[in-house]
Every structure is written in structure tokens, then in C-alpha cells.
């Protein structure tokens, strides 16, 4: 019932800047928190960031303050500023939606095709 597009993913270099996007369509109204995740080859995914409906956020205490996530409900897009990005940022990252039946965690949440972000020299 919903779909999630990333797009902004590429290669940057360590201490550079990059902006992901996350568009989304059809039953956006079932939509309250939204998310990005981030997985790397050999570890778990990973919560990265989070927002509400309301504007609250929940970011993971590892990130320091980097990264910044926002919403623009007239564009129905969420966006994840990554700033001071390192080697070890390199990853997968998704965006994920809540759905009515559950949060983020749940397995009716909706997520996205995932977009690469490379950070290397």
C-alpha cells in the first residue's frame, strides 16, 4: 500500500557531505514514523535515524550528531543529511515506513529498495 523511493546515494569522499532522499506513495495517510536504516557487508542492520508525524526524531547515539533526518509533508520525501561521513558509514541505507499494524520494528513496516552510499578515498 506504500511505496518508498531512495535516491542521493554515490561515492563521497571521507569528510565530505550527502544528502539521501526518500520519496513515498500510495497510502500515506497509514504513514506516522519514518526511517533510515543502514546495513554494511558482514554486519546487522542498523537504525540510523527516525521521525514522526509530529517532527519528533530519535537518532543512534553512534552517529554523534552527524547525521540530520527531515520531512517535507507537502512532498511526502524524507531526507537524511549525512555531514563529516567517514570510511565505516559506507553501507546499504534504507528508508522504512510504519504502517497502522506497527512501528519501524514490526514486519508490516513498508521499506524502500535501498541506495548505496560509498565513502572512500
Known amino acids: 500500500q506504500v511505496q518508498l523511493v531512495e535516491s542521493g546515494g554515490g561515492l563521497v569522499q571521507p569528510g565530505g557531505s550527502l544528502r539521501l532522499s526518500c520519496a513515498a506513495s500510495g497510502s500515506i495517510f497509514s504513514i506516522n514514523a519514518m526511517g533510515w536504516y543502514r546495513q554494511a557487508p558482514g554486519k546487522q542492520r542498523e537504525l540510523v535515524a527516525a521521525i514522526t508525524s509530529g517532527g519528533s526524531t530519535n537518532y543512534a547515539d553512534s552517529l554523534k550528531g552527524r547525521f540530520t533526518i527531515s520531512r517535507d509533508n507537502a512532498k511526502n520525501t524524507v531526507y537524511l543529511q549525512m555531514n563529516s561521513l567517514k570510511p565505516e558509514d559506507t553501507a546499504v541505507y534504507y528508508c522504512?515506513?510504519?504502517?497502522?499494524?506497527?512501528?519501524?520494528?514490526?514486519?508490516?513496516?513498508?521499506w524502500g529498495q535501498g541506495t548505496r552510499v560509498t565513502v572512500s578515498s
Open positions: 522504512t515506513a510504519d504502517s497502522f499494524q506497527g512501528g519501524l520494528d514490526d514486519p508490516s513496516a513498508y
